[in-house]
Each structure stands twice: as structure tokens, then as C-alpha cells.
């Protein structure tokens, strides 16, 4: 059963039988904030419109890769990191950033906590500053709240229909009570999170008094890209793509190429070595999937072909 917002009205509306038997890549036919065309009764969801955008990773399952997409047809993504409890985590937000990125949809790094570690905040808004995404530092704890910031992130959401993605426990559903008056979600206290407990365990799609809709999600632990091929990862970090003009070969992949420009670039200090970490990481499995099948013990998407982004 999906819930289906029909001329202002949320119904309970089952999906249609042959929805299931497509054959695609993704783990479930449908995806929060999918636009779908009923039946003539009115009474299930007979098909679903294409996307204009959708936020996905590798789905977290064994056997065949498959992609999991976590909200459909949105124009901003917030990467929602703590600055601390729970620690930034550089891994699941360059993550997040690139399926950004590779969807074209532009992204938003909010820096949550700030209250509990001013340094960490400069320090991980330093690490973005090239990386191409809006950052926001923000603190909602009550004598420590951001009033700016908060209100741009108010502001963007008003504009957007926005998806918020992070860890569980960065505060996602404390930012969105805190800037959209009338909103009141379940929020968890962080004895809760270090026990590994969510506390939104469903996406819903949110509309807003004021205009706009959310996405909020329940928190993630990684986010690995789905069938990313190892020339596309760079274009999705905008500061190592930026010096590839600068490389002696156009196909260098910034390993260990002669008179690449990248690697001394993550030495001085000018590319954070976290970005070119999460880079070598996402390079490392796009190497793996692009071996002849047979070659690599690892399976290979469903329909054998290379899957493609959106464009
Ligand atoms: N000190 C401080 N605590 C915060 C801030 N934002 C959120 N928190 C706390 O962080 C905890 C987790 O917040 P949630 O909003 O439930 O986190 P979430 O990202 O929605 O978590 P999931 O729903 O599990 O994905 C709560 O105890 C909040 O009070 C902040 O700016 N400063
Ligand atoms: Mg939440
Ligand atoms: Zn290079």
C-alpha cells in the first residue's frame, strides 16, 4: 500500500500486479515522491511517470547489485552531517554529494551540532569549500541556535522539494521542527542512536505551509554509488576534476599515473585528503565492476549492459 496525495487528499492505494513484473535494476518499483497515474477506478496505482531526478545508491543486499532509490523527482539534496555525536562521517557525505552530483541535482551540505564543536564545523566547511555544494553550519539546541542559517535552510526548503539524507542521529528531523512552523517529527535522544535504533524509520513526503516539500529519511550508514563507471567518478568531484586539464594524460584516473596533477594537489593540502579518499574508495569498486564478468567473483548488474545516469 502507497499513500497517494489526490487533489489535496492523502488515500491508501495498492500498487498494480504488473507494476512487480517489470524487470528493472531497482530493488522496488516505486520510490517516495514518484508522481503516478491511478486506474480508471481510481483505486490503485496503475503507472508511474517518469523521473525527472532520483536520489540512489547500491541497494545494501546480497546478490545481484541493485539500485535502492531514496526519493524521486526532487531539485535539492541536503547532505544532514553532525559535526560530532555521531562523528562526520567524510565517506557517506562525498557519497551522497556524487549521486548528487551525477543526477544534476544540486546539493546542500548542512553541518549540524555546531553548538557542541565550533572547531569541527570551520574545520569540515574548510574541507567543502571547493567541492561545489552550498554549505550551511547550523545549531538548533535551544541559547545556541544559528538564526541565519536557519532561515536559509528554511528558505531553500520553501523553494525546493528537498530530500534530507544522513546518518541517523545528525538531527534531520530536529532541523525540520526547528525551521517549519507546524512541523512536529519524532525525534531521538542519543543514548537511542548509539544503541544503532533509527528513530524515523520510513521516508515520507512532507508538504509544506509556505510552499515546498521534504523528504525526510530514516538515517543511512553509507552510500555507495550504483554502477558508476571509473571516468565518471571524477566529474562528480568537482575540485579533482577541475586539475585533469592539468594531468599529462586526458584519461588519467589520479592513481599513479606520471605527472598527474591531482596527487600533489591532495599533498599540498589543496584537495582534502578526505575528498581524494572517498574518491580512491569509489574508484577502487568502479574498477571491480567494470572487469569481464567471469574475471571479478563479483555479480554483475541485472540486464548485463552498463547502466547509465540520467542526463
Ligand atoms: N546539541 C545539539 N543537539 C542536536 C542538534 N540537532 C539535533 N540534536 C540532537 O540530536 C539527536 C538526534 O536528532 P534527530 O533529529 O532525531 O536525528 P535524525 O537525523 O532525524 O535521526 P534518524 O531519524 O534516526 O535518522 C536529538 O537528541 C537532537 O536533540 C543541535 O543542533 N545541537
Ligand atoms: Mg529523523
Ligand atoms: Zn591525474
Known sequence: MCHVEVDGQTLQLPLAGKLFETKTHEKRPLAVGDRVVLDPTGKAIDAILPRTSQLHRRAATEGEERAQVLAANVSLVFAVASVTEPPFQPELVDGLLAAAAREKIPAALV?????????????????????????LAVSTAPGHRTEDTLAEVGKLLHENRSV??????????????????????RTGALNHIRQGRHTTTHTELIPLPGGGHVLDTPGVRNFHLFCVGTQELQFLFPEIAALLPNCEYRSCLHEDEAN???????QKGVIPVSRYRSYQTMLAHAHEAERPPGKSGKPQPRGGGRWRPRR
Not at 553541518?111 to 552550498?134: E, F, H, N
Request: glycine share 10%.
Open 111 to 135: 553541518l549540524t551540532k555546531c553548538d557542541l564543536d565550533p572547531a569541527a564545523a570551520a574545520k569540515w566547511a574548510a574541507v567543502y569549500q571547493a567541492s561545489g555544494v552550498r554549505i
Open 164 to 185: 534530507l539524507c544522513g546518518l541517523s542521529g545528525a538531527g534531520k528531523s530536529t532541523l525540520l521542527n526547528a525551521v517549519v512552523p507546524g512541523v512536529q517529527l
Open 260 to 266: 598527474c596533477a591531482v596527487r600533489p594537489a591532495v
